[in-house]
C-alpha cells in the first residue's frame, strides 16, 4: 500500500528556514518523481518542486528558485524540501505526492497527474 506522510511544518518568521520530510512506504521512491505542492486559501494547488533521485532529476517553479532545495535519502525512503528565506506568501499546505508510472519526469508539475497524496504540513510564515 502506497503511503506518503510529511512533515517538518510549523511557524516561522520571514526570512527563516523549515525542512519538509515527504516519508514514502509501499514503494521505493527513487525512480518515481516525487512532487511538492502547496495550497494556500482561496487559491488552486501549485507545483513547488520535484525529484526524481536515481536520475538526479530536479525541477523547481520560478517563485522558489535559489530559496527552496530538494534532496533525497533513499536509504530512509525519504524526500526533503529545504525551504529558506520563506516569505509570508510561502504559507501553505505542503504536499507531497506521486504518480504510479516510474520516471514519469518532473519537467511539469501538475496537481491533476498525481495519482498518490499524502496528508499534507501546514506552514507559516509570519511576524
Known amino acids: 500500500q502506497v503511503q506518503l506522510v510529511e512533515s517538518g511544518g510549523g511557524l516561522v518568521q520571514p526570512g527563516g528556514s523549515l525542512r519538509l520530510s515527504c516519508a514514502a512506504s509501499?514503494?521505493?521512491?527513487?525512480?518515481?518523481?516525487i512532487v511538492w505542492f502547496r495550497q494556500a486559501p482561496g487559491k488552486e494547488r501549485e507545483g513547488v518542486s520535484c525529484i526524481i533521485s536515481s536520475g538526479g532529476v530536479t525541477n523547481f517553479a520560478d517563485f522558489v528558485k535559489g530559496r527552496f532545495t530538494i534532496s533525497a535519502d533513499n536509504a530512509k525512503n525519504t524526500v526533503y524540501l529545504q525551504m529558506n528565506n520563506l516569505k509570508v506568501e510561502d504559507t501553505a499546505v505542503y504536499y507531497c505526492?506521486?504518480?504510479?508510472?516510474?520516471?514519469?519526469?518532473?519537467?511539469?508539475?501538475?496537481?491533476?497527474?498525481?495519482?498518490?497524496w499524502g496528508q499534507g504540513t501546514q506552514v507559516t510564515v509570519s511576524s
Open positions: 505526492a506521486t504518480r504510479s508510472v516510474v520516471f514519469s519526469g518532473c519537467a511539469a508539475l501538475h496537481a491533476d497527474e498525481q495519482d498518490y
Open positions: 509501499g514503494f521505493s521512491l527513487k525512480n518515481y518523481a
